[in-house]
């Protein structure tokens, strides 16, 4: 049973920073791909950034340059350090993971999110 939980979302000025993490049971074996997604009010969900099971990281480009993905294997934990931060940042943030294939297969287990609040 795979389990994600993500926690330190919260309020943050502009230009501020806040680093999400997500607990999870995913151990990081060779193929899995861990990511980072968010959801604002009225807008579609999106990917912020992916990293694989290699360390390998892909991010939107509304986030290249202010966010980093990493994952610590031996703690089962993946982190999303966020500088720089902008109204336009405010979102519902989810952890998620693909198991096997990759970070182009689809990614079947998602956390509940955590708050991100940018003003």
């Known amino acids: 049973h795979v389990q994600l939980v993500e926690s330190g979302g919260g309020s943050v000025q502009t230009g501020g920073s806040l680093r999400l993490s997500c607990a999870t049971s995913?151990?990081?074996?060779?193929?899995?791909?861990m990511g980072w997604f968010r959801q604002a009010p009225g807008k579609e969900r999106e990917g912020v950034a992916v990293i694989d099971s290699d360390g390998l990281a892909k991010y939107a480009d509304s986030v290249k340059g202010r966010f980093t993905i990493s994952q610590d294997n031996a703690k089962n934990t993946l982190y999303l350090q966020m500088n720089s931060l902008e109204p336009e940042d405010t979102a519902m943030y989810y952890c998620?993971?693909?198991?096997?294939?990759?970070?182009?297969?689809?990614?079947?287990?998602w956390g509940r999110g955590t708050q991100v609040t940018v003003s």
């Open positions: 995913v151990s990081g074996h060779f193929g899995d791909c």
């Open positions: 998620a993971a693909a198991l096997g294939y990759g970070c182009s297969s689809v990614f079947s287990y």
